[in-house]
């Protein structure tokens, strides 16, 4: 009874948080159209949170920079469990065009886990769209 | 009794990784130190390991927000090493595209300015309008963000009637909406009341720190690459130069909005004057031995590129100095005596692309050169200065 209530709370406001680590600012800038009134997340309850503390999704964006690494995993261990993670765009999921750079380790999934991977440099709002329901239905 | 707060790189204010460290006593800021490198990913290293061609997509790729100005930048310098001179119709094409990202930028920056001002549904309302902008880029150029209309030697589509037709209605959209805007501002007390008086940077400061962009012009100082060194089709398109004089957040958002009526009057001089011919030339692949500098208004400020070539397919060396980086010493100043709760609001006001500046190690000895400049007396005579000058804030009013 307890954990249909809890899971359906979860599915019905999943919190995000937007989390940057070393992006160009394209993937920012569509997640946060897709925030705003012609594609409007928040029709299916997504709130934007600012503190990995109250977050339960994080939308990761860019390739992961060696001096930004230690954050990110430390942002990751301070969201409460279950945690879920977003790769948007090309950068997140490989490192796009920065690939082979030695400031850069590659994909967000190098150092923490993975769940939805939205392709495209940058991802449309629509994308970003389908891959955070995607991944509510998946919960 | 001194602090140190650390804020960022993970910070509600900060939408990009950055590490501000704030030196307070009480309520205010006496010392602000920025820590970068969250965000660098070594991308002069990487442009030297590709051709030219290649390299115009990598340059987009430094920023997402200003992705036009990088590439034309590039394209600009890449077409002087290489003595080719585009066709008048693709410079209009590819002028015509940087206004339009100039527009949609300045109007990210309202909306970011209205949030950081706890004006929620003006953010909503300028992002819900700059999707008008949005869907013409997508329409000229096929992708919403990274354009990808240049090529070396001109453009890479061509824009037909329907296009210009559509082009010139979204841009009277623009404009009714965007005089809405600015007779919000003018009718909104509140806020006008946040922005006046915050982030104070006088005209003197603006020049000895070498401030670019919006803000410069925001302290009375017209400064524009498009007027002052006009590259593309600048030369022959009619518009002004925007200027405030009240050197603070209030003049940053005046002369943005006003610089959007002028982005509106340049496309549409650009889409009625439209040259008929083709649209780019043939580039060689190889480039002589030369080094060049290119010089570009972006939507924060002055963009220089400096390309080096040494004869092969490839750049020897591309240096990228990008608006923000320019800003950063003018943005510990006007934090300096500042108060806490203001750090967002004149953090954004600078339109900070954090992507765009860090790409060099460079960047590090900028910052501390700057910190030798400013000795403590010095502060404090110009935190005298600066109530001396400040008008009340309950009578600021909205400089037409």
Redesign the interface.
């Known amino acids: 009874m307890l954990n249909r209530l809890v899971r359906w709370s979860r599915i019905k406001s999943p919190w995000i948080l937007h989390l940057n680590s070393g992006a160009c600012n394209a993937c920012d800038i569509e997640i946060v159209a897709a925030l705003t009134p012609r594609f409007d997340v928040e029709r299916f309850g997504v709130l934007l949170k600012a503190t990995p503390r109250h977050a339960d999704v994080i939308i990761a964006t860019g390739p992961v920079t060696r001096q930004i690494k230690d954050r990110i995993i430390r942002i990751y261990d301070q969201t409460p469990d279950p945690k879920f993670v977003i790769a948007v765009g090309a950068c997140a999921m490989s490192g796009c065009v920065y690939r082979g750079a030695y400031n850069i380790m590659g994909g967000i999934d190098q150092v923490i886990p993975v769940n939805v991977y939205v392709p495209g440099c940058p991802a449309r709002p629509d994308a970003i769209l389908d891959g955070v329901v995607k991944l509510l239905g998946k919960l | 009794m001194k602090f140190t707060i650390p804020i960022g ?4 204010a900060l ?3 950055i590490s501000l460290r704030m030196t307070v006593e009480g309520e205010v800021i006496q010392d602000a130190d920025i820590r970068l ?7 002069e ?2 442009a030297e390991e590709r051709t030219w061609i290649q390299n115009i ?2 340059t987009e ?5 200003c ?1 036009h100005s990088h590439a034309t930048c590039y394209v600009q310098g890449v077409e002087k090493l290489m003595e080719l001179n585009p066709p008048k119709r693709g410079l209009y094409i590819r002028t015509l595209v940087a206004e339009l990202e100039r527009i949609h930028s300045h109007l ?1 920056w309202l ?1 970011v300015a209205g949030h950081e001002a706890g004006f929620d549904s003006f ?2 309302y300028t ?2 309008d ?2 008008v902008v ?1 869907d013409l880029l997508e329409m000229i150029s096929g992708n ?3 354009y990808a209309i240049n090529a070396i030697g001109g453009v890479r589509r061509d824009i037909d009637e329907m296009q210009r037709k559509k082009i010139l209605d979204g841009l009277e959209i623009l404009k009714t909406r965007t005089e809405y805007y600015f007779k919000i501002g003018a009718n909104e007390p509140t806020f006008v009341g946040r922005l006046a008086g915050v982030g104070y940077l006088s005209k003197e400061k603006a020049v000895d720190l070498c401030a670019v962009g919006p803000m410069a012009r925001a302290s009375d100082l017209p400064q524009d690459v498009r007027k002052d060194d006009p590259y593309a089709v600048y030369d022959e398109v009619p518009f002004d130069v925007c200027t405030a004089d009240t050197c603070d957040v209030l003049g940053r958002t005046v002369v943005r909005i006003k610089e959007l009526f002028e982005s509106y009057k340049i496309c549409e001089f650009l889409m009625k004057n439209l040259p008929p011919g083709d649209i780019a030339v043939k580039a060689p692949t190889r480039a002589k031995p030369n080094e060049v500098v290119s010089r570009y208004e972006a939507p924060r400020g002055e963009n220089t590129h400096y390309i080096k070539s040494n004869g092969t397919n490839k750049p020897e060396r591309l240096k990228v100095r990008a608006p923000t980086l320019a800003n950063y010493p003018a943005t510990v100043e006007m934090l300096k005596n500042g108060f806490i709760a203001d750090i967002p609001l004149i953090f954004a006001a600078i339109d900070p ?3 765009c500046a860090e790409r060099t190690v460079n960047i590090v000895n900028a910052r501390t050169g700057e910190e030798k400049i400013l000795r403590f007396d010095e502060l404090r005579a110009l935190a005298e200065e600066r109530f001396k000058k400040m008008p009340p804030k309950r009578n600021a009013v909205w400089p037409f």
């Open positions: 790189p993970q910070h509600p939408k990009e990784p490198g969250y965000n660098h990913r070594g991308l290293k990487l997509y990598l790729r430094i920023c997402g927000i992705s990210l909306g953010f909503m992002w819900r700059r999707e949005m919403r963000v990274h692309c954090i992507c």
